[in-house]
């Protein structure tokens, strides 16, 4: 049973617009919500985060919304770019209890130009 | 910037063989993982350890053995590989291992078992 969900699986949006990723989760105990990177041939990296006190994320063209009642949030690409491709993962830490984060099964992102 | 690094970087081995995957980061990070990731489920946490000596057990533990050597050095070892082990295998390494703490990936060994 998967404790996050992403979809889609996979994306394709062109160069320029809006690429929107979709992540929900089932733990109402989940309070910090790091999305990470991955490249092909690569390990994830970091890409943003956001804490579960918070509604909104910004980091350059990244953004985070998150809809705590509705235990969803979403990853905003604005003005995609071809380098943008990539899968991301949105995964979640628990406020108590043992540390474990949790990965979504992750999105492939197709930027074409 | 965190560095870990994993070798090797691809092995094929047979149902039954013994494999070996290692992992250093050289960081001085607190926290070392062992995760597969595979199309579908994303990251698994297989085993993790926050000290030289010390193992705690992940999501999906059986079929390995992990050793924590040196506070750099964290081994994944499968005993008897069988062909559901074949997989993308990825190290990370973190400072606290605590609350909201970021996580710094190794480049990954794929694993096939035949």
């Known amino acids: 049973q998967q404790q996050v969900r992403q979809s889609p699986q996979s994306l394709t949006v062109w160069e320029g617009e809006t690429a929107i990723l979709n992540c929900s989760y089932e733990?109402?105990?989940?309070?910090?919500f790091p999305w990470y990177q991955q490249f092909p041939g690569e390990g994830p990296a970091l890409l943003i985060s956001i804490r579960s006190v918070s509604d909104k994320k910004e980091d350059g063209r990244f953004t985070i919304f998150f809809n705590k009642r509705e235990k969803k949030l979403s990853l905003h690409i604005t003005d995609s770019q071809p380098g943008d491709s990539a899968t991301y993962f949105c995964a979640a830490e628990p406020g108590t209890g043992g540390y474990k984060v949790v990965f979504g099964s992750g999105t492939r992102l197709l930027v074409s130009p | 910037e965190a560095a870990v690094t994993q070798s090797p970087r691809n092995k094929v081995t047979v149902t039954g063989g013994n494999v070996t995957l290692s992992c250093r980061q050289t960081?001085?990070?607190?926290?070392m993982y062992w995760y597969r990731q595979d199309t579908g489920h994303g990251l698994r946490l297989i085993h993790y350890s926050y000290g030289a000596g010390n193992l705690q057990i992940g999501d999906v533990p059986d079929g390995y053995k992990a050793t924590r050597t040196t506070q750099e050095d964290f081994f994944l070892l499968l005993e008897l590989a069988s062909p559901s082990q074949t997989s993308l295998y990825f190290c990370?390494?973190?400072?606290?291992?605590?609350?909201?703490?970021?996580?710094?990936f190794g480049p990954g060994t794929r694993l096939l078992v035949l």
């Open positions: 960081n001085s990070h607190n926290y």
């Open positions: 733990d109402s105990t989940f309070n910090y």
């Open positions: 990370a390494s973190s400072d606290a291992g605590g609350r909201q703490d970021t996580q710094y």
